[in-house]
């Protein structure tokens, strides 16, 4: 594994932590449960975007630019799309339909959520965001 790569799965993983903290809820003083959910959909989108680059970096030799997570996942490697497409799923007749809806609901999340106070409510899909992210940590898990 290059450096490169390293950084960029060694970043991820933070980003991925990150947010996961974000899902913790706090129950404040008052008995109200606490839960971070803006912060979390833009931190696992963008821990999603650094994961799809590491994946890239290390088959392809270099990475797209760009937040767009559907771009970013249709320049990985066919067979590296379907273990992705494989572990976030769960098996239907629309699965694959099913997947590229989810991810273009979510393609811009990052962007449009760090900035989400400028905008109407959108919707988006932090379910699939989590599982996603799930996926390309079991990816670069096999990253020797």
């Known amino acids: 594994m290059t450096p490169e790569v390293q950084r960029a ?3 991820f993983r933070v980003f991925l932590l990150a947010a996961k903290r974000c899902n913790e809820f706090r129950e404040l003083p008052s008995g109200y449960l606490q839960f971070l959910s803006v912060p979390s959909i833009a931190i ?9 680059k590491a994946l890239a970096l290390h088959t392809l030799g270099s ?10 996942f249709r320049a ?6 379907a273990q992705i497409r494989t572990e976030t799923s769960v098996p239907s007749p629309r699965w694959d339909a099913s997947f590229d809806q989810d991810l273009a609901m979510v393609a811009n999340a990052f962007e449009v959520w760090r900035y989400i106070y400028e905008k ?3 919707d988006t899909d932090l379910g699939f965001l989590q599982q996603l992210a799930g996926a390309i940590d079991v990816a670069l898990d096999t990253i020797t």
């Open 63 to 72: 990475a797209s630019k760009g937040h767009d997570l559907a771009a970013l």
């Open 9 to 11: 799965r060694d970043h």
């Open 76 to 81: 990985l490697p066919a067979q590296l799309q």
């Open 44 to 52: 696992y989108a963008f821990a999603t975007e650094v994961g799809f």
């Open 120 to 122: 109407h409510p959108v």
